[in-house]
């Protein structure tokens, strides 16, 4: 009949999932051992797999059922105790201390067969390979003498990748009565059912029973409790396989593992393996990799990462595989790079004592070309560290840390001035040093590299038979050409060098060479259409990422061709185009190397591959367009964007060209508490000797025209004219002075020949098509002709605009117009134009139009239409400057004869101008004769 143990197979607790089978097996043991039948269990398994957890549950059960359980767990380190796992199962209060020899051990055997005449007894011994000698003796015995006996002994095992032929496994063989259980890692389906369908859980724990519990107790997220529960699998599974993990977690790789002998690796992947740890001889999860990782000191981590490259490099592995680990294991030890690289040559027979630099450098030439730019500059900082001194890597260091953090490049400038003076930098590394100075404004120290640059081409411009052409020509051509057309004072003396670049010139630098020399065309006499077709044409095929410093240049310099041409639609385009590319990250997996949560840890990971020069030089270009366009809100977005990505100390004297924008942008939004701030940045004292110090020129005397201080504006736009006539880039798309100082002019009611004279000359400059130059030129012409003259002009220069699309000058123009209608007394096309102008002017935010345009939508405004009715709005004060104003007297002997200065003047003046709703002094109305009486 059988037993109650028997009968209650299927009451399987809710622990042992996929354990039915070995459950009723023993349960069938159990009642055959209860009738007298006395049977013997090995259960086997990997680590971790449940079977501790099965005995234990089933001793549970058959106490409660009216066994006797004996129960005991053997450890590696007790092997050596006599006796200890008999002592674990009957101890003294059971049984006296066993004897020595056989007859001690039979004697111990009666013992057990008499309790089990009682009741019957169940004997468990976890981990039995590791039971002393003395208890296996023991236990063999009792599994001869108890055949006939109630009890039932089962034993647990870790199975191995060989199969074990100790003297157990040959007696348990012997016997019928002996049956052999295994247990194996849970299911996927499992271990998913388990966690809701979670995806990730079973790559967590790879069905390992210990582990898919800690998991289940740390709430399905690896915590502490997985961590703790992975290391205990790791150390039970012994110091190979624990070597192995760590290992792994570095390389990823079984076959190229660091100190560790063939046969051990094949071991141990096969006890990782068949515990759930490894699928495919990797490590299952990016978590396991931390938590073998985490139990490792930065010294250990360290010699671990040295050790698996030199062992990579050694056997040939490619830089970019190699670097990274000596990267890693620079962050994590306390040694200098220096001597990392020199104790990851240390005991090898083959390596030179400087691979290591010559592996970070290749690696960091590798990298630039995937756009992995921070990787670079950490694998160049270490090469600089490993050979001091050597000004090639610092050059190399700089001209990619200029395109990723150009303020932070600026730290390796003396030195490389340095070098350059004693000779140490080759042509191209010269090159770009010059290049660099220019860009932060260090004139002085450029002038003097570009000195060295000029000689050694002047004496190559004769070679001989033993002394070749510089490979560095094609550079140092597109180098003078971008002087030319950006910092004049430093370009060489004498006719542009335009020609081709010499054969065997790289494709970077035949690409900056041609980029270069359309900006020289565009922006002096050159062929401007072809000049245009060859900036489009780099545009679509070279790459940002293409070369180390002058891809990013061909690619800006494009940019601005189009701009300077106004074709802004094509500008903004490309914009938009080079910004989607530079801001997508360029992630790319390396071969056998650890996850990136590796790396996290140590700010290792390069997660946005986007260079900050290229993204904020890309955005000042398109918030340049959005003013030339008059979408005002947007240009200072852009500018400010630009600014923000790029901080002031990283442009250079660059910062002229985002600065100037926003500068503008603010004025004409009517910000200008915000203008002002700008104004007060701080700029490279060098920056006015450069093409983008106009920019910024040009802006501030918009900002002076607009708050009243009509002279300094006046100075600033004749100063631009004076440099680009100098520097032979006086085109209308860089910076339009003429028609800027004509505005100042006519405000003042001044010099009207001269305003007439540089209006003529700007329209010569830009011909007969119609260009934003042209229109805005025309509405100022305007101002200059009879009255009855006026409309035709400004009729045809609100058609330009239109068709330009700059809203800000429209609405200028459009006003004008209006004005012009009225003067002529054509009230019925006044009154519509003015609506329109009005609404141009909101729908750009232009505030500082505003008092000049809204109150022509419906010619009202407090005291009437005309600006004599409007007198009674001005101060006294105000009132006396306006009369002596009407009166024809200039700004000067106004302030002379009122004992004030001439910037009071100015200032009375802008807010008279602004409460009589006009623009020009003729303007003022003949009324104020009257009060020139009480001016006396």
């Not at 801001?583 to 840890?601: C, F, G, R, Y």
Request: contains cysteine.
């Amino acid at each position: 009949m059988a037993s109650a143990l028997a009968q209650r197979e299927l009451a399987v607790p809710p622990e042992l999932a996929e354990r039915e089978q070995q459950w009723a097996a023993l349960g069938e043991l159990a009642a055959s051992a209860r009738a007298g039948h006395g049977r013997v269990a090995l259960v086997s398994g990997p680590v971790a797999a449940g079977k501790t957890a099965l005995v234990h549950l089933f001793g549970e059960d058959a106490t409660a059922h009216g066994w006797t359980w004996l129960r005991a767990t053997c450890a590696e380190r007790e092997r050596t105790l006599p006796f200890g796992v008999v002592g674990q199962l009957l101890g003294p209060e059971r049984l006296p201390a066993p004897g020595t020899g056989s007859g001690g051990v039979q004697d111990l055997c009666r013992a057990v067969v008499e309790l089990a005449r009682r009741r019957p007894v169940l004997i468990t011994v976890d981990d039995v390979p590791h039971a002393d000698a003395p208890s296996l003796d023991w236990l063999l015995a009792c599994v001869r003498r108890t055949a006939t006996a109630a009890v039932l002994i089962v034993l647990t095992e870790t199975t191995g990748p060989r199969p074990r032929t100790s003297s157990l496994h040959t007696e348990l063989l012997r016997h019928r009565h002996c049956a052999r259980l295994s247990v194996a890692p849970l299911a996927e389906r499992t271990v998913r059912a388990m966690f809701d369908g979670d995806p990730d859980a079973y790559p967590l724990t790879g069905g390992n029973p210990l582990l898919v519990s800690a998991l289940r107790e740390d709430g399905g997220r690896p915590g502490a409790g997985y961590r703790q529960a992975l290391l205990s699998c790791l150390h039970r599974c012994g110091p190979d396989a624990r070597d192995l993990a760590r290992a792994l977690a570095v390389l990823d790789t079984p076959g190229e593992l660091p100190g560790l002998r063939a046969q051990s690796v094949a071991d141990a992947v096969g006890l990782l393996s068949a515990a759930g740890l490894l699928s495919g001889g990797r490590l299952r999860h990016p978590a396991t990799r931390a938590a073998v990782l985490a139990e490792l000191t930065a010294a250990e981590r360290a010699a671990l990462y040295e050790r698996a490259a030199r062992l990579r490099h050694e056997r040939g592995a490619p830089p970019d595989e190699v670097a990274p680990l000596l990267a890693r294991a620079a962050a994590y030890g306390d040694a200098t790079a220096a001597d990392l690289a020199r104790a990851a040559a240390h005991g090898s027979a083959t390596a030179d004592p400087m691979w290591a630099a010559g592996v970070l450098r290749a690696a960091a030439r590798h990298a630039v070309r995937r756009e992995r730019l921070n990787d670079a500059v950490r694998y160049l900082d270490l090469a600089r560290a490993a050979v001091d001194g050597d000004a090639e890597v610092v050059a190399e260091l700089a001209r990619i840390e200029w395109r990723l953090r150009p303020a932070t490049a600026a730290r390796h400038l003396p030195e490389l001035v340095r070098a350059a003076q004693a000779g140490g930098l080759d042509g191209r590394d010269a090159v770009a040093l010059a290049g660099q100075l220019a860009w932060y404004g260090r004139f002085a120290e450029a002038a003097g590299v570009l000195a060295r640059v000029r000689s050694v081409h002047d004496v190559a411009a004769h070679p001989t038979e033993t002394r070749p052409q510089p490979p560095a020509d094609a550079e140092r051509q597109a180098l003078e050409l971008w002087l030319a057309g950006t910092f004049p004072t430093l370009a060489h003396r004498g006719p542009a060098d335009v020609a081709r670049a010499p054969r065997g010139a790289g494709q970077a630098a035949e690409a900056w060479r041609r980029s270069t020399a359309a900006l020289v065309a565009v922006l002096g006499r050159g062929a401007r259409e072809q000049a245009v077709a060859d900036a489009e044409l780099l545009l679509q095929s070279v790459r940002p990422s293409d070369g180390y410093v002058w891809g990013v240049q061909t690619a800006l310099q494009s940019l601005l061709v189009l701009l300077y041409a106004e074709r802004l639609d094509a500008a903004r385009s490309w914009c938009d185009h080079l910004l989607a590319e530079l801001s997508t990250p360029h992630v790319t997996a390396t071969a056998q190397l650890a996850p990136p949560d590796a790396d996290a840890e140590l700010g290792l990971v390069d997660r946005d591959a986007a260079t900050p020069l290229g993204v904020a030089f890309a955005t000042a270009v398109r918030a340049e367009v959005a003013l030339r366009r008059g979408d005002l809100a947007s240009a200072l977005r852009d500018a400010t964007t630009a600014l923000s990505v790029l901080p002031p100390t990283g442009w250079g004297v660059a910062v002229g060209l985002p600065l100037g924008c926003a500068i503008t942008a603010a004025t004409r939004l009517g910000r200008r508490d915000e203008a002002t701030r700008l104004l007060a940045e701080p700029v490279p004292d060098t920056m006015l000797q450069s093409r983008y110090g106009l920019h910024y020129l040009h802006a501030r005397g918009e900002h002076y025209l607009a708050t009243g201080r009509d002279y300094a504006a006046l100075a600033d736009f004749l100063s631009c004219g004076e440099l680009t006539a100098a520097w032979g880039m006086d085109v209308p798309g860089l910076v339009p002075w003429r028609t800027s100082a004509a505005d100042a002019w006519l405000r003042k009611n001044e010099n009207l020949a001269e305003v007439r004279r540089l209006l003529n000359e700007q329209l010569a400059k830009v011909g007969p098509a119609g260009s934003r130059t042209r229109g805005v030129a025309l509405r100022l012409l305007a101002a200059t002709s009879p009255v009855h003259s006026r409309p035709q002009l400004l009729a045809e220069a609100v058609s330009i605009l239109q068709g330009c699309g700059d809203r800000y000058e429209l609405a200028r123009a459009m006003a004008d117009l209006s004005t012009a209608y009225r003067a002529v007394g054509q009230l019925r096309r006044a009154a519509p134009m003015a609506r329109l102008a009005a609404q141009v002017a909101q729908d750009c935010g232009a505030a500082v139009l505003t008092d000049g345009v809204l109150p022509l939508r419906t010619g009202l405004d407090g005291g009437g239409q005309h600006p004599r009715d409007r007198l009674v709005l001005l101060t006294e004060s105000e009132l006396r400057v306006a009369a002596l104003a009407a009166a024809g007297l200039t700004n000067r002997e106004i302030a002379a004869k009122l004992f004030i200065t001439a910037s009071t003047i100015e200032q009375h003046l802008t807010r008279v101008y602004r409460k009589l709703r006009i623009r020009y002094r003729r303007e003022l109305p003949s009324e104020l004769q009257t009060h020139l009486a009480a001016t006396a």
